[in-house]
């Protein structure tokens, strides 16, 4: 194969015309004298995304990304691996093979996330050992206990040394950590970080070697504060998580047109998703240079980075647009081992005629809640909702066959009659479930239990449903189709009333315990301020 255009060589940060002559590898690259009006680059890598987040399974995520010119991701599989640990991650490895995107994978260092929840697996220093043996593997992933490595808790620590054994790089989680903190978690060889969201503490972190992974995905967009750093740190922009309907409308490519429209030189944007996570991650991708992979894209500008033809191995994958290879993604065993619910089972009882109740405050397009508290009627020794003020009922399911469910008050939802349901909850992945009143909250997780998985609504009346049967996290289906799916729960959910900007985004983080102040998980609710559990009611 031969392609002729004006080659943007990110080694020697120059752009020539060229002839590139290529099989599965470079074969050959000569500068020309003729002008060229495209340009070709090489392939997009995306290096820190959770495939698991855009519901899509990797051979589906790789049907979209490939036609925007990704070509490699590396992906931390944490979340599948908190419902089936290993097996759930041979599940993502062995169904990326089904398409010719390079999904590298990182072993996942926090499995579960933290003590005080039920997940469906445990990830020790052993386990990370047979991970590290896996060529697919290229690191191990994001080191989100960082008061453990400060406080140089044995088991993480055990994990940073095995990653040092295999020679692979320890990728970091540190937000807003500073000063003699951040100098010892770096010391122990952490090296990247995504939760950088103030140029100041990129900076910082830059300046102890750290290499700045700048975040624009669906729900953090970091760019436009941190895009300075890039200019004169090693940086890498990454998506993190990426829903299915904006991986629709584009990937690294967008993430390129939006650093070079903040004022970024094209040629230092393209290095942050080539030459850059190549490196670090030691994969033959990244740059052209004869002798590696012909992993490359055409594309008609350095502005829009339209792509109009992406190569992988060699091998056009996609052309116009349009993926020219077609999956057919893995099934997988039923993973929640729940009982079928009652009603009773979501009752929270009291002898007194009304009772004062701890509230978990919910914020729009924020991942931290407010700790509030309501006075809430009792009725037959069951207390209620006040639908009038807002104060619904939550209740986290455990889903891997302890049959435990913790109730309590939530405020922010705004449904008038009506109940949703997700299997998506981050860290473990219990069932989680919001309503005006137990019946509704019954007959959602039961729903969820019998399909597997899912998102769920209901007004009393009908349900609408998202299925997700790949460990209650993931569909079968293509990205337009589950893009669909969500569009329309989504409306659904409006019409009962919430007026969330993404009500199943802010559900699924509930119950995740290390975000202030109020949560709950299957465990009961937990003050994060204090990190421990507490009463529903205030005695």
Known sequence: MIIEGNLVD???????????????KILEIEKINRKCKNYILPGLIDAHI????????????????????????????????????????????NDSKNSPLKIYFTAPSCVPA???ETSGSILDSKKIEDLMKMKEVVALGEVMNYPGVINEDKEILKKIRVAKKYKKPIDGHAPKLSGEDLKKYVSFGISTDHECTTYEEALEKAKLG????????????????????????????????????????????????????FGLDPIKAIKCVTLNPAEHYKIDTGFLEIGRSADLIEVCDLKNFSVKRVFIDGKLVSKNGKSLFKVKPKKMKNTIRSGIK??????????????????IGVIDKSLITKNLSAELKVFDGKILCDLKNDILKIAVVERYGHNRVANGFIKGFSLKNGAIASSVAHDSHNIV??????RYMKNCVNEIIKMNGGLIATDGKKFVKVELPV?????????????????????????????????????????????????????????????????????
């Open 10 to 24: 990110v080694k020697k940060e120059e752009i020539y015309p060229a002839k590139i002559v290529f099989d599965k």
């Open 50 to 93: 959770h495939i698991e987040s855009s519901m899509l399974t990797p051979s589906r995520f790789a049907e979209i990304a490939v036609k925007h010119g990704t070509t490699a991701v590396i992906t931390d599989p944490h979340e599948i691996a908190n419902v089936l640990g290993l097996d759930g991650i041979k599940y993502m490895i």
């Open 114 to 116: 933290t003590a005080f």
């Open 210 to 261: 750290m290499k700045i992974m700048i975040r624009e995905g669906s729900s953090s967009k970091d760019m436009k504060n941190l895009i300075k750093i890039a200019d004169g740190a090693e940086c890498f922009f990454v998506s993190d998580d990426l829903h299915a309907d904006d991986l629709l409308k584009g990937h690294i490519n967008l993430l390129l047109k939006k650093a070079v429209s």
């Open 342 to 359: 009652t009603e009773k089972d979501f009752l929270i009882f009291s002898e007194n005629k009304k009772e004062n109740v701890r509230v």
């Open 433 to 438: 479930v919001v309503g005006t009143n137990e």
């Open 471 to 539: 460990a209650g996290l993931m569909s079968l289906k293509n990205a337009e189709s589950v893009s669909k799916d969500v569009k329309r729960i989504n409306n659904f959910v409006k019409k009962l009333g919430c007026e969330l900007r993404s009500p199943f985004g802010t559900l699924s983080f509930m119950s995740l315990l290390v975000i202030p102040e109020l949560k709950i998980s299957d465990q009961g609710l937990f003050d994060v301020n204090d990190f421990k559990f507490v009463n529903v009611i205030i005695k």
